[in-house]
């Protein structure tokens, strides 16, 4: 049985006339155990498997492998499915035209599919909002699948749609399915796939060789069927009159979730979180509230996690206002750390931008503001990343070149680890 | 506030010395002491109480019924936070974790404000003010169901600087209380008896709640809890009174029935300042004016009170307070003004101890607030 707990960091005192409390809130999962097998539903999983012509022989093989070693991973009595990706989504695995497009993980559905992923040709263009859409309509042949997720990978940009097309067809299945994508090579749009990634509560990351490919794919679905917790909500409630100026998740990576909320309530707002095995994640809470007399005490928030509309965690968020400087000025190191990533990883993603677009004034601006940040919050793997990408001369003032030379691999796994954010305790 | 002037300078006595076969000995000279002793009996050095005075309470069971039965004091529900009541701020429904589900205002906690009523002419309000965190003050009243019997009046107030004040105050105000009300007086004696009689109990009293005050300080607490006392004992037209530190007792007739009366005298650096002639204005506004210089705890240096008392001869209320109300209203008259204005229907102690814990908040709320009151 899963258990939750909250913890909160934050500096409740507020000065005279204060308004804005600020609270990272640690929402930890233990005990999750494995997805579709702890008696609140089943789980499926499909793996999505861009086959089109540019993949060529080299990608196209390694890609058979990963498929493969992602199916291996699958649990038996998992509901799964493969598609193959090209301008047209094709259902490889099972091999059905009607019905259910999904079946039961067993092993000779395991031989199967390992048989159908062979066939694979390399072949055709890019289409990735139709692979999804046929993704969705996968999960949905199956009734009673409360875990719905996927793997997506690509090598290239989508081609054969139109921005406004993979908009579209990312609308129609959010909320459906969350889906980790990976790129293999560097022929593809970060943003494009990111887009992807965020709506679906998932990652994404560059894969640069072909041959890492498995490893990556096995990690992904191992990581997936270790989330017994098959979806839970976060849910924030800030008083009667009170403002919540963001919502974000800071741990393990950035996510704003401002935009994403729901109603569960006048007062509460719920946002999507997915699915969790053991872990901990990080949010950042700001509310703004109305001012009070100094010695009033009054909650500014109350940061639940729910699950199956079951609030099984919650940490108040409080603010006192204090004459007492000493207590008003004092800066909560959480929220002062994660403030910091937050910055770190839009600067990043702002220098790339302008760094693709020719402006190198402010690419050299930005990623500076960067390797500062990440110097100053102690992100060594992020100052690392910069290095590829800049020269540094002064980190504290955050003083950089434009390296001239760069390796679009680097700049890429920059791009795509840019919302990876460290944590400043144990 | 109240702070203390010379805390740090003092030094914590002592504990005695635990021998094996249970016994308690004096650190200084080795002679046997007991758990509650203040003092060694041999040589008089100072010792930090372990235990609460013996058996000064008597049981039920064991007492006369016309002491013990003849004295009500309200049911103890302290420290209980409160989620029934709606929201005093808007009215909505306090959720299990003691704040508003509408507007998020904490709900006061029983400790955070509580009045007793025991009997018709006898009450008290205790209050959190309005810019302290929580309530360090701390009241205890007890009387007799007939006007002009007796009653007592117990206030306490937490030194914020320490550590659980709150709690040891509250303990320490019941601890007296509860002296007071067990150490009544038996047969009728001369006036001039009974009152050596009853400022001996309020000095048992304070120490009951120096006791108590102890009991509720961690061991190892490097800011041991501590707070004042001052306690009013009201028997027909005699009050008998005495405090340590700077809460205060008042005698206030009605108006024109004759001369309000500050009956304590405080144990602070203002009230030293007025002693050297400084006007009570001037004192009581300048440096440190809040410091007390005596007060209960474990590294009291004295805690015996200064004790008094007065023949009253007229209508009017016996008040025992903390700085919370006098800060506003110090002068014995302005207190009597303040009444008069107040005007309470049916001359309700209940009512009047509440209208002056509301116009102290009014005037600011900066400290929390205690008012007990007998009806003469």
Redesign the interface.
């Known amino acids: 049985m899963a258990e939750f707990t909250a913890e909160v960091y934050q500096n409740e005192f507020l000065p005279e006339g204060g308004t804005d409390v600020n609270a990272i809130v640690t929402m930890t999962c233990s005990g999750a155990g494995s997805a579709g097998q702890t008696g609140s539903g089943d789980a499926g999983e499909i793996i999505i498997v861009d086959t089109s012509g540019s993949m060529g022989r080299t990608k196209l093989e390694a890609a058979k492998v990963a498929a493969s070693a992602a199916v291996d991973q699958i649990l038996d009595g998992t509901w799964f499915a493969v598609v193959a990706g090209t301008h047209q989504a094709y259902l490889a695995f099972p091999l059905v035209r009607a019905g259910r497009g999904m079946v039961l993980m067993d092993s000779s559905a395991r031989q199967a599919a390992h048989q159908a992923i062979s066939q694979f040709r390399s072949d055709g263009g890019t289409a990735m909002g139709t692979w999804l859409t046929l993704a969705g309509r996968l999960f949905d042949s199956v009734p009673g699948l409360v875990q719905r997720h996927a793997i997506l990978l690509t090598d290239g940009e989508n081609h054969n749609e139109t921005p406004e097309q993979l908009t579209n067809a990312i609308m129609g299945v959010t909320g459906k399915f969350q889906c980790d994508c990976r790129g293999v090579g560097v022929d593809w749009q970060v943003a494009e796939v990111r887009r992807i990634a965020q709506a679906l509560l998932g990652s994404v990351d560059i894969i640069p060789e072909p041959d890492q490919m498995s490893q990556v794919f096995a990690e992904l679905m191992q990581q997936s069927m270790s989330r017994g917790v098959a979806d839970a909500q976060l849910r924030v409630w800030a008083p009667q009159g009170a403002q919540v100026l963001f919502v974000r998740q800071v741990s393990p990576t950035v996510e704003d979730l401002t935009s994403r909320r729901v109603e569960v309530n006048p007062l509460t707002g719920g946002y999507p979180t997915g699915s969790w095995g053991d872990e901990s994640r990080d949010y950042h809470v700001s509310v703004r509230l109305a001012a009070k007399a100094i010695g009033q005490e009054q909650l500014a928030g109350r940061v639940q996690l729910a699950v199956a509309d079951q609030v099984v965690a919650q940490g108040l968020v409080k603010a006192k206002w204090s004459d007492d400087e000493g207590l008003t000025t004092r800066i909560n190191p959480e929220v002062a750390h994660y403030t910091g990533q937050t910055e770190l990883a839009q600067a990043i993603q702002d220098g790339l931008a302008a760094k693709a677009a020719g402006d190198e004034e402010t690419a050299t601006k930005k990623l500076g503001r960067a390797v500062q940040l990440a110097a100053e919050t102690g992100n060594e793997e992020a100052t690392t990343r910069l290095r590829k990408v800049v020269d540094i001369d002064d980190s504290e003032t955050g003083t950089v070149r434009l390296k001239r030379a760069v390796e679009k691999a680097d700049e890429m796994a920059l791009d795509t680890a840019s919302t990876k954010t460290t944590r400043i305790r144990g | 506030m109240t702070d203390h002037m010379t805390q740090s300078a003092v030094p914590v006595p002592p504990v005695a010395i635990r021998q094996p076969d249970g016994s308690l000995t004096c650190p200084h000279c080795g002679a046997d002491v007991a758990a509650e002793e203040a003092f060694c009996e041999a040589c008089g050095g100072r010792l930090a109480p372990t235990a609460a005075g013996e058996a000064e309470v008597p049981d039920d069971m064991a007492a006369p019924i016309d002491i013990t039965r003849s004295i009500q004091t309200e049911p103890e529900n302290e420290d209980t936070v409160v989620i029934a009541r709606p929201c005093a701020n808007?009215g909505?429904v306090i959720?299990a974790?003691g704040?508003?589900?509408?507007?998020?205002?904490?709900a006061p906690t029983e400790r955070d404000h509580y009045t007793e009523y025991p009997a018709s002419w006898v009450a008290a309000c205790c209050d959190r003010?309005?810019?302290?965190?929580r309530n360090e003050d701390a009241t205890a009243v007890a009387a007799d169901p007939t006007p002009g019997g007796r009653a007592v009046l117990v206030v306490c107030d937490g030194v914020s600087t320490s550590i659980d004040s709150d709690v040891a105050s509250l303990a320490a105000a019941r601890a007296a209380r509860d002296v007071l009300v067990a150490n009544r007086p038996e047969g009728l004696g001369t006036p001039a008896s009974r009152v050596a009689a009853t400022s001996n109990a309020i000095a048992k009293a304070a120490a009951s709640g120096n006791a108590a005050v102890i009991d509720n300080t961690a061991v190892g607490s490097e800011n041991a809890a501590s707070c004042t006392f001052a306690a009013a004992v009201v028997e027909g037209d005699l009050v008998v009174f005495g405090n340590v530190g700077d809460s205060r007792v008042y005698w206030i007739p009605d108006h024109g029935a004759g001369e309000p009366k500050e009956l304590s005298v405080d144990d602070s650096v203002a009230q030293a300042r007025i002693a050297m002639g400084i006007p009570r204005e001037e004192a009581e506004h300048g440096p440190q004016a809040h410091a007390i210089t005596k007060w209960l705890g474990r590294d009291s240096p004295d805690f015996s009170p200064l004790t008094g008392s007065l023949t009253l001869g007229s209508p009017g209320w016996v008040l025992v307070c903390s700085d919370g109300l006098w800060n506003y209203a110090s002068e014995a008259a302005a207190i009597q003004s303040l009444v008069a204005e107040l005007n309470p229907p049916d001359l309700n102690p209940l009512t009047l101890a509440v209208a002056l814990v509301d116009w102290a908040k009014g005037q600011g709320?900066k400290d929390n607030i205690s008012v007990a009151l007998a009806r003469v």
Do not use: M, V, W
């Open positions: 808007c909505g959720g974790d704040y508003c589900e509408s507007c998020g205002t904490k003010g309005i810019r302290h965190p709320g």
